[in-house]
């Protein structure tokens, strides 16, 4: 994935020329055509993490995202320090994505303490509490690396292990955004409609979307701005570019 030339800017930010320029420029490092790149009138970025470790990076273009886990909740991207350090020569401030998942009780975290004061058969008010501690752990684990961003993203994929009860997912999820959102971040979602359904259910909550599997820049902007797959607007979708992900801020 999938630090944008921030999404909260709104939709459908028309690039200027210097910047149009510059998209072309990525569209062709990426190996997509330069009109494609350009004739989408969006700022276009890319998002990385643990698998673009070892490869060189393309210019990061109006903005980027970087991973800070490891594929996994309470877990960490050995290359967040260099990898933001790259993020940051885009033309606005890097953006961060955290893993999550809900292994429930056999996760070593499942009971660790938390915000919230649980029963010991309290299965919602554990997921919460696991949700919350992998925040913060995900947080620490940014400060410590010097990356620091008021935008986070819940990587919510069907990759990761998560529980049967969708209740249970949810729980986890809103632990998770409720930790970011009382360290001052806007919290996005990163899916796509069949994942989401599949791990929550459907549950529709207004939070910015991020959307997989757009096939091109000109496919992703197409996917812009409206309704996502959670009931929020869609504000980046992602599209395959080579070694990396790029993304479209709509």
């Not at 091109?216 to 701005?225: E, F, L, S, V, W």
Request: aromatic share 8%; proline share 8%.
């Amino acid at each position: 994935m999938l630090a944008p030339a921030p999404p909260w800017l709104g939709r459908r930010l028309l690039a200027v020329a210097g910047v149009l320029a510059g998209l072309a420029l990525n569209a062709v490092a990426t190996g997509q055509p330069a009109a494609a790149a350009s004739r989408t009138g969006l700022l276009q970025g890319y998002d990385v993490s643990i698998p673009q470790c070892s490869q060189p990076l393309p210019d990061p273009g109006a903005f980027a995202v970087v991973g800070v886990a490891g594929g996994v909740a309470f877990s960490g991207n050995p290359c967040l320090a260099s990898e933001f350090a790259w993020a940051s020569r885009a033309g606005a401030h890097p953006q961060l994505y955290m893993n999550l998942g809900d292994p429930g009780p056999q996760s070593p975290h499942w009971r660790q303490p938390g915000p919230h004061a649980c029963a010991a058969a309290d299965q919602l008010c554990l997921a919460r509490n696991y949700g919350a501690n992998a925040a913060a752990d995900a947080l620490a684990r940014a400060r410590a690396a010097g990356a620091r961003s008021t935008r986070w993203w819940l990587d919510i994929e069907t990759e990761n292990t998560w529980a049967p009860d969708p209740a249970q997912n949810v729980a986890v999820i809103k632990g998770a955004a409720a930790a970011l959102h009382s360290r001052g971040a806007t919290v996005g979602i990163y899916s796509t409609g069949y994942q989401w359904g599949q791990i929550t259910g459907g549950w529709q909550v207004a939070m910015p979307n991020w959307l997989g599997g757009g096939g091109d820049p000109a496919q992703a902007a197409a996917r812009c701005g409206g309704q996502g797959f959670s009931g929020g607007r869609v504000r980046l979708v992602q599209y395959p570019a080579g070694s990396v992900d790029g993304d479209v801020a709509c």
